[in-house]
Structures are given as structure tokens and as C-alpha cells.
């Protein structure tokens, strides 16, 4: 089967840097996306990463290898703003989107 | 309109009933898709159309119908409502082929009692 694993929920603090992480088990690969939700809002998008390496936009970063089916989301400065959940998703063979369940960023003072 | 709509933004409806539930986009996307999201279980994909005239199961079709008459409509029924339906609703669309970066609607929060 396919499958997407993120932790569940994570906290961090203002002004400070995160780090969430994304493994995935999927048939082939095709790219893989981060969103980010805000509650009760509809998921926009972040970033998206189909080569291996480092993808820096401003306070995001986005990292992928392939070859160990493991991504990460880095966010710098953090500020309350970015309390939302993040959400990393896969292209697979069929060229459809595979979903993970989501990561809980609570963001203190 | 800009983006991707969806009607309605709420709804609350007796078991048994029938739904349909709205979704519209100015974009030209070829492809569009049905989420319901529930707690702890994230996105899960209902139907999709890769091309108006066209559509696709996904992973929890069951309960629901699709049709995709023109590019810019893709309404989801739900023929006979049941309590496990009560979900929050998210239509997307994306251009396709090897673009597969989603645009998402508001969303639809629906209640089955």
C-alpha cells in the first residue's frame, strides 16, 4: 500500500526554527508538495520539490531524497502566523496526489 | 469569480436525504478533484476528472456520484445521505498532466443527523 507518515503534532517557538519531517512509501514517484492549512481554511500551496536537494523560498525551506523517501519543511523566524497544519503530499505513478495526515504546528510566545 | 468556488459553505442534512454539493473554477484547470477531510485522517480523494466528459474513483468513492459536463463544473452527490458522510468537503483543480499542483475551494462543512 502507500503510505505517508508525518508526527502528528509538533510545537515550537516564536522566533525560533522547525523542522518537520516527511516519509512516504509510495508506487513511483513523482514530486512531492507541502501545504499549509490553517483551521477551519482550505490548504494552500507552499512549496514543491521533484530533484534531491533544497528548495529556499524566504522563511520555507523544503528538502527531499529520494533515494531515502524522506522530505523535510524548515521553517525560520518563526512567527505566530504560522500556527497551522502542514500537509505533505506525493505524486505517485498515476500521476495522483497522495496525502498525509497532516503535522499540528502550535507556535508560543 | 476568481479561483475555485464551492456552495454550499455549510449544510446540515437528515439521513437520507440527497445532496449535492458545488464546485466551480475560472482557471481552464483540466483536472478536478473531491476531498473529504476528518480529523486525524487528512485528505482523503472521493472522485476526479482529469478532463471534462471524464472521471475516476479515488480512494473513498462509495456513496458518492460525480459528473463533469464542462471544464469549469464538477458537482459531487450524495445520493442517499448517511451520518459517516458528515465531513468537511474540498473541491480542487489543477492544470494536469505533469502539473499536478492543487488549487483548493473553501470548502463545504456537512452534517448528516
Known amino acids: 500500500g502507500q503510505n505517508i507518515d508525518q508526527p502528528t503534532e509538533m510545537t515550537a517557538t516564536e522566533g525560533a526554527i522547525v523542522q518537520i519531517n516527511c516519509t512516504y512509501q509510495t508506487s513511483g514517484f513523482n514530486g512531492l508538495f507541502w501545504y499549509q492549512q490553517h483551521a477551519g481554511e482550505a490548504p494552500t500551496f507552499l512549496s514543491y520539490n521533484v530533484l534531491d536537494g533544497l528548495e529556499e523560498k524566504g522563511r520555507f525551506s523544503s528538502f527531499l531524497s529520494r533515494s531515502k523517501g524522506y522530505s523535510y519543511l524548515l521553517l525560520k523566524e518563526l512567527q505566530m502566523k504560522d500556527s497551522a497544519s502542514y500537509l505533505c503530499a506525493v505524486i505517485d505513478s498515476n500521476y495522483q496526489l497522495i496525502w498525509g495526515a497532516g503535522t499540528k504546528l502550535i507556535i508560543k510566545p | 469569480i476568481a479561483g475555485i468556488t464551492q456552495a454550499p459553505t455549510s449544510q446540515i442534512l437528515a439521513a437520507g436525504r440527497r445532496m449535492t454539493l458545488r464546485c466551480t473554477q475560472d482557471?481552464?484547470?483540466?483536472?478536478m478533484y473531491w476531498y473529504r477531510q476528518d480529523l486525524g485522517l487528512g485528505l482523503r480523494l472521493i472522485h476526479y476528472s482529469n478532463t471534462a466528459g471524464t472521471t475516476g474513483k479515488g480512494e473513498v468513492p462509495d456513496g458518492y456520484s460525480v459528473s463533469r459536463a464542462n471544464t469549469d463544473d464538477f458537482p459531487l452527490t450524495l445520493a442517499s445521505a448517511v451520518p459517516s458522510q458528515t465531513s468537511v468537503y474540498f473541491c480542487?483543480?489543477?492544470?494536469?498532466?505533469?502539473?499536478?499542483?492543487?488549487?483548493f475551494g473553501p470548502g463545504t462543512r456537512l452534517t448528516v443527523l
Open positions: 480542487a483543480s489543477s492544470r494536469g498532466g505533469d502539473d499536478n499542483e492543487q488549487f
Open positions: 482557471m481552464r484547470h483540466n483536472a
